[in-house]
């Protein structure tokens, strides 16, 4: 899976179907030995320990790849990288990289890949965790107002949720510094200020500020009281709307340090949600290429 945008909606709401049932305590095991690895060239804590879970959970074999020793640093590509342990023996691949569009140049690999975030371009896995979320919380996209505000320009995690979320028929707002996005064109949702925002809609997903992908520092304090999710602004949302934030969370930057596990806070849900949709997508890829699971 390389885009939400290359799954249907249909295919959408069963993965969805398969997270929520091994969130229930559903078990499945892969028939026979299959061995996987996780390539993360970019940095992770979440995408990379949640995949590793549920591969585990799943009863495959995890094969350690570690950046920092392999070949890459001689040179070796990606493609060579991922011939090289499709020739030893790894099934499927889960990579990160910081390349957007980084599986166009695997065209001649044969064993299954899932992109695990490609540069500012798309975070398919986490897509799936956040509309799990949105999922248990309200049964049902349709009509939901879903607002995504920060740091929009560099935001994979936002492409991938908003292309979801418009496929499944919620109305997506978006909100941050102007200058940090292309109003215009923006992914067609309709910019909004985050005063406006804020009693309107039942989710808001803050996402972090990506400080290593910006050239010119700003003033923190003034970032969270102009765009970010501060106390005031949390007591004028409506009684069931919910936050959420992909993490790593900048505390104190786009949301009030306190906030982060309020009462309306599901980011640690997120979290555990992100193990359960990791399952079901690699369920679903495997069992595509022909892989049995009991
Ligand atoms: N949300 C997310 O992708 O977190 P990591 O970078 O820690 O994997």
Same mark, same amino acid.
């Given at each position: 899976?390389?885009?939400?945008?290359?799954?249907?909606?249909?295919?959408?709401?069963?993965?969805?179907?398969?997270?929520?049932?091994?969130?229930?305590?559903?078990?499945?095991?892969?028939?026979?030995?299959?061995?996987?690895?996780?390539?993360?060239?970019?940095?992770?804590?979440?995408?990379?320990?949640?995949?590793?879970?549920?591969?585990?959970?799943?009863?495959?074999?995890?094969?350690?790849?570690?950046?920092?020793?392999?070949?890459?640093?001689?040179?070796?590509?990606?493609?060579?990288?991922?011939?090289?342990?499709?020739?030893?023996?790894?099934?499927?691949?889960?990579?990160?990289?910081?390349?957007?569009?980084?599986?166009?140049?695997?065209?001649?690999?044969?064993?299954?890949?899932?992109?695990?975030?490609?540069?500012?371009?798309?975070?398919?896995?986490?897509?799936?965790?956040?509309?799990?979320?949105?999922?248990?919380?309200?049964?049902?996209?349709?009509?939901?107002?879903?607002?995504?505000?920060?740091? #929009?320009? =560099?935001? $994979?995690? !936002?492409? /991938? *949720? +908003?292309?979801?979320?418009?496929?499944?028929?919620?109305?997506?707002?978006?909100?941050?510094?102007?200058?940090?996005?292309?109003?215009?064109?923006?992914?067609?949702?309709?910019?909004?200020?985050?005063?406006?925002?804020?009693?309107?809609?039942?989710?808001?997903?803050?996402?972090? #500020?990506? =400080?290593? $992908?910006? !050239?010119? /520092? *700003? +003033?923190?304090?003034?970032?969270?009281?102009?765009?970010?999710?501060?106390?005031?602004?949390?007591?004028?949302?409506?009684?069931?709307?919910?936050?959420?934030?992909?993490?790593?969370?900048?505390?104190?930057?786009?949301?009030?340090?306190?906030?982060?596990?309020?009462?309306?806070?599901?980011?640690?849900?997120?979290?555990?949600?992100?193990?359960?949709?990791?399952?079901?997508?690699?369920?679903?890829?495997?069992?595509?290429?022909?892989?049995?699971?009991?």
């Amino acid at each position: 899976m390389n885009t939400i945008s290359e799954l249907s909606k249909e295919q959408i709401l069963r993965t969805l179907d398969d997270a929520l049932e091994f969130a229930k305590g559903k078990t499945m095991k892969i028939a026979g030995q299959v061995f996987v690895s996780n390539l993360f060239f970019e940095d992770s804590t979440r995408t990379k320990i949640s995949f590793d879970m549920a591969e585990r959970k799943l009863g495959l074999e995890v094969i350690p790849f570690d950046t920092a020793t392999s070949s890459v640093n001689k040179g070796e590509t990606l493609y060579d990288t991922v011939k090289t342990l499709e020739s030893i023996g790894v099934q499927l691949a889960v990579i990160r990289h910081s390349k957007n569009e980084f599986y166009r140049d695997l065209k001649g690999i044969s064993i299954p890949v899932i992109n695990a975030g490609d540069g500012t371009g798309n975070h398919p896995s986490q897509t799936m965790l956040d509309l799990m979320t949105i999922r248990q919380e309200f049964g049902d996209f349709r009509n939901l107002k879903i607002a995504i505000a920060g740091d #929009i320009k =560099h935001s $994979r995690v !936002a492409n /991938s *949720f +908003s292309d979801a979320l418009r496929m499944l028929g919620a109305k997506v707002y978006v909100s941050g510094p102007r200058e940090w996005f292309d109003v215009g064109s923006f992914m067609n949702g309709s910019y909004v200020d985050m005063d406006d925002l804020i009693p309107e809609v039942d989710v808001i997903m803050l996402l972090r #500020i990506q =400080h290593e $992908r910006h !050239a010119q /520092s *700003f +003033s923190t304090e003034e970032y969270l009281q102009r765009y970010g999710l501060t106390k005031a602004r949390e007591q004028k949302m409506k009684p069931n709307a919910i936050i959420m934030h992909p993490a790593p969370v900048n505390r104190g930057v786009e949301i009030d340090s306190d906030l982060v596990e309020c009462p309306r806070s599901r980011i640690f849900t997120q979290m555990e949600n992100g193990v359960y949709a990791r399952m079901a997508i690699l369920k679903n890829t495997l069992e595509k290429n022909g892989y049995k699971f009991s």
